[in-house]
């Protein structure tokens, strides 16, 4: 069974930092996409970034310049946020895309994280 497990969310002021971690587990095929969407107060979900098996990385351009995605050996992702923003605030979720394709279209993703919360005080 696939489990995604984010950690990392919490409160900070803007222009601070935060690491998002993705721990994933019971993948049942070696080429996969993770990546991190994220969900504002009456917004609907957005792609952020992804990481596929070779390492490529897309990163939204709206964060582009302050939020970097790392990892995916292991079954770990990072995703490192600076120079937060009070739009930052959200709830951040991994998923995990077969295929490793390297996109941020949410129905290419079967595999879905339960959430953290991430909240960015001005």
């Known amino acids: 069974e696939v489990h995604l497990v984010e950690s990392g969310g919490g409160l900070v002021q803007a222009g601070g930092s935060l690491r998002l971690s993705c721990a994933a587990s019971g993948l049942p095929f070696d080429d996969y996409s993770i990546a991190w969407f994220r969900q504002a107060p009456g917004k609907e979900r957005e792609g952020v970034a992804c990481?596929?098996?070779?390492?490529?990385t897309y990163i939204r351009d709206s964060v582009k310049g302050r939020f970097t995605i790392s990892g995916h050996a292991k079954d770990t992702v990072y995703l490192q946020m600076n120079s937060l923003k009070p739009e930052d605030t959200a709830i951040y979720y991994c998923?995990?895309?077969?295929?490793?394709?390297?996109?941020?279209?949410?129905?290419?993703?079967?595999?879905w994280g339960q959430g953290t919360q991430v909240t960015v005080s001005s």
């Open positions: 998923a995990v895309s077969q295929g490793a394709p390297l996109s941020i279209q949410q129905y290419l993703y079967d595999y």
């Open positions: 990481i596929s098996t070779d390492g490529s």
